[in-house]
């Protein structure tokens, strides 16, 4: 335990640097936190996955292990604004959670989100966090391709990765793993002193930590396709993937090269060996509908792209073209793209010819509302999210789109019943309970609109907003016996959560 403290104090210092770098920085040196060494999916003769009732699981508990990906988890949303569109994480937790169903560990809880980071990457935290970054989702040419990636990332929580490197070198001290993570930050900063850094750490010993990291990385290539088949995706899409990374890569030189080229090298030997693992699992049935994958994709990039003159030609472009994957997805794409440059009209018309072709199409409902809304048409935008409630009673964005509608329309008890029902039904964004707080503000409950804005803190890891909200909430309680001890009951959990975190200070 003391050893594992230690470990934390480490990791948790070493995160915190996190906030004074910049994303081209940062994104590199994510991965190589959440696991010490550097994810490269290299392949190796055997894999050797751990037998039941190993020690590592004594090693740390999976509680212990969870507190460790929160404490990365808080710690990077207070260092990068994740991206927050409830249909794209809506999309990316889908897919997660599909694939988790069909891992070795279905019952595992996990936590997907995207960083806005147009680097092509993804990385895993100890305690089933998984990050992707929107340059891997924008690059990937089908939802197979980016499965295969998350397949490979929940392979590393499932095998609880790190804390069979950390058992494997229990004969290596703190300060040498502390010297491995500080040379990575330098190398990130400084290419030339990383170098000289690490030469000096491998001198140390720690090659065995990154002989081993490797090792686990060829068991989570190998377990990943085997998940990636069983939920019914195509397993040539990881070595297609790869390949066309590896031809795209002859076009770059030095610190140009994709980040993922960088940290997940691509060999020609990898591709074959992957694409022969493949070749035994044969071709996946041909999906029904992969569209949503392709909406999002699209989306997504209307999000993170601001220069709207060049993203519409884009779209022209390739509709003019005729050769996009998706044709729907490119319209979808170039309405939303109007919408955002204010020309309302022609995205109604745009969209409205879309909703004509696949009328039940949820993205297209929500599009075409929000263009109403955005007019300022917002009797019409409310009664396409009624309409729509009917057919998806429980669906996270549809919900909160109407809820941040109902509040603009000064509707805030109607907004409490959509949102209380997203927490009823398992939704724990930090986005949801905001709004919950300023439902209850509007409707002057004030010691609830407290206690919603100190859950919204807590939930990104700000621990003292959160119980300085939580205080007030107990302080306007005075008298509602109920809400009282439901709050105290809070204030006493976070405290305890600031004592654990002290320790690893």
């Not at 204010?342 to 879309?354: K, V």
């Not at 297209?364 to 998806?392: D, M, T, V």
Request: aromatic share 8%; glycine share 6%.
């Amino acid at each position: 335990m003391i050893n594992l403290i230690v470990f934390i104090v480490s990791w948790n210092r070493v995160i915190g640097e996190l906030s004074r770098m910049d994303m081209n920085t940062r994104s590199i040196t994510l991965i190589l936190l959440c696991l010490l060494a550097p994810c490269r999916f290299a392949f190796a003769a055997d894999i050797a996955l751990p037998e039941i009732g190993d020690s590592a699981g004594a090693l740390v508990s999976p509680q212990e292990e969870y507190r460790i990906g929160q404490a990365f988890y808080w710690r990077l949303q207070q260092s990068v604004d994740l991206v927050d569109d409830p249909e794209v994480t809506s999309y990316l937790s889908r897919l997660g959670e599909r694939l988790v169903s069909h891992s070795d560990a279905p019952a595992l809880s996990f936590t997907f989100f995207m960083v806005p980071d147009p680097s092509i990457n993804a990385f895993a935290a100890p305690g089933g966090f998984i990050g992707v970054n929107s340059g891997l989702l924008l690059t990937s040419q089908q939802e197979d391709e980016l499965a295969s990636v998350l397949a490979h990332e929940i392979a590393h929580v499932t095998q609880r990765h790190l804390l069979r490197s950390f058992e494997q070198n229990s004969q290596m001290n703190i300060p040498r793993l502390a010297a491995l993570v500080g040379a990575v930050l330098l190398g990130a900063a400084d290419a030339q002193a990383g170098v000289a850094a690490m030469t000096i750490v491998q001198a140390s010993g720690v090659q065995a930590q990154i002989n081993h990291t490797r090792a686990h990385e060829a068991e989570a290539d190998n377990l990943g396709m085997q998940n990636l088949v069983r939920s019914g995706f195509d397993a040539q899409a990881m070595p297609t993937f790869f390949e066309r990374l590896q031809q795209s890569s002859r076009f770059y030189n030095g610190s140009a090269i994709p980040e993922f080229l960088r940290t997940h090298p691509v060999t020609t030997s990898r591709i074959a060996e992957a694409r022969g693992r493949a070749v035994n699992y044969g071709r996946a049935p041909l999906k029904q509908d992969d569209l949503a994958f392709y909406l999002i994709r699209e989306k997504l990039r209307v999000n993170i792209i601001n220069n709207l003159t060049e993203l519409k030609q884009f779209y022209v472009t390739a509709l003019e073209a005729g050769n996009a994957r998706r044709k729907e997805a490119m319209e979808y794409g170039y309405a939303l793209a109007l919408l955002k440059s204010g020309e309302y009209s022609r995205a109604r018309t745009a969209m409205t010819a879309l909703i004509e072709q696949d009328p039940e199409r949820l993205a297209y409902q929500l599009a075409l509302a929000e263009i109403e809304r955005s007019s300022g048409r917002l009797e019409q935008a409310l009664a396409i999210y009624q309409r729509n409630q009917r057919l998806f009673p429980h669906d996270y964005a549809l919900a909160t789109a109407e809820a941040k509608l109902l509040l603009q329309m000064k509707a805030p008890e109607k907004a409490e019943d959509i949102l209380l029902d997203q927490v009823k039904v398992g939704h724990e964004e930090g986005s949801l309970y905001k709004l919950l707080a300023q439902a209850y503000g509007d409707m002057n409950e004030t010691s609830e609109a407290h206690r919603w804005l100190a859950e919204y803190y807590y939930q990104s890891g700000h621990l003292k907003f959160a119980l300085d909200q939580f205080k007030l909430s107990e302080k306007a309680a005075i008298g509602d016996r109920y809400q009282e001890a439901k709050v105290k009951a809070r204030i006493e959990d976070v405290k305890a959560t600031q004592a654990l975190l002290k320790e690893y200070e």
